[in-house]
């Protein structure tokens, strides 16, 4: 059998991670993932069967028990997880009584999940409720979508219909628009709690000043989505650069023309 670092799974959280680092997404120790697996997939790892040690999650998971998350460690650095997975990465099942995870995988020097842990499962458990397919969540610092939240006004369909209009992609790939929450400080429940509000209506929802929270089915769709969303904001910033007069730009009618074609539906009230 296959061990577990040579899996598609770390493969994979390896490949972004590192493509996130190089990007200047997730500069130093900032920057963290979780991705979901099914008691099936793990099943088919032989060395997944002991449990090394336990963690306090501090917050009541509940929903999730039994679930495994392969999540990236804290304090570590994405440019490092390509060459050293075991202890850079963990994998964990949440525990029936929902306030504790066991580590099956990683973290073999020690380490544990990300701060930011608790974060991603209580958004998790919102994007459950949408879409049952959901499994990854991806937190990184975008520079250009950072920059906006300095210079644009902190209001979802602003910044939604700002992000829509530099490209025809926009829409079509986040047509609920983008979620905001006021700045806080990272790493804590009220942080965790005020985003899961917001996944429960928005994929990604922007930490103002600070990065970028993204879910999705799959770790690719995820930055996917994150390339998307900083992609339109990077056009925005050039435009600033050329000197800021937009002298033409897709309409509201052709964004709704756009969504129509693609079979989405943009957020209600965001588009005139």
């Known amino acids: 059998m296959v061990k577990f670092v040579n899996s598609i799974y770390v493969k994979k959280m390896c490949e972004l991670t590192h493509e996130s680092y190089v990007r200047y997404w997730d500069e130093r120790n900032g920057g963290n993932a979780s991705y979901r697996l099914t008691a099936e997939e793990v099943g088919l790892f032989e060395d997944l069967l002991e449990v090394k040690r336990r963690f ?8 999730l028990a039994g679930f495994y998350y392969l999540v990236t460690g ?4 994405f440019r490092n997880i390509q060459s050293n997975p075991v202890n850079d990465l963990g994998l964990v099942r949440i525990c029936q009584d929902g306030s504790s995870a066991e580590l099956v995988w990683g973290f073999e020097d020690g380490g544990k999940p990300t701060s930011e842990f608790p974060s991603h499962l209580m ?10 397919e959901q499994r990854a969540i991806f937190h990184c610092h975008p520079t250009n979508l950072i920059a906006l939240s300095f210079t644009q006004p902190l209001e979802e369909r602003h910044l939604s219909r700002l992000l829509w209009k530099m490209q025809a992609e926009s829409i079509v790939v986040f047509p ?18 005020a985003t899961a509000a917001k996944m429960a209506e928005f994929q990604a929802v922007l930490w103002p000043h600070h990065g970028l929270f993204a879910s999705g089915n799959t770790l690719d769709e995820t930055y996917g989505l994150v390339e998307v969303i900083e992609k339109a904001a990077m056009i925005y910033s050039q435009i600033g650069a050329q000197g800021g007069q ?6 509201d009618k052709e964004l709704q023309e756009i969504a129509d074609y693609f079979g989405m539906t943009p957020h209600e009230g965001f588009l005139e």
């Open 56 to 63: 306090d999650l501090g917050f009541d998971a509940s929903p």
């Open 74 to 77: 804290t304090g570590r650095y």
């Open 123 to 132: 958004s998790h458990i919102e994007r459950l409720k949408v879409n049952p």
């Open 176 to 193: 609920e628009g983008i979620g905001v929450i006021p700045y806080m400080t990272p790493g804590t429940n009220q942080i965790g709690q």
């Open 246 to 251: 937009i002298k033409q730009e897709i309409t």
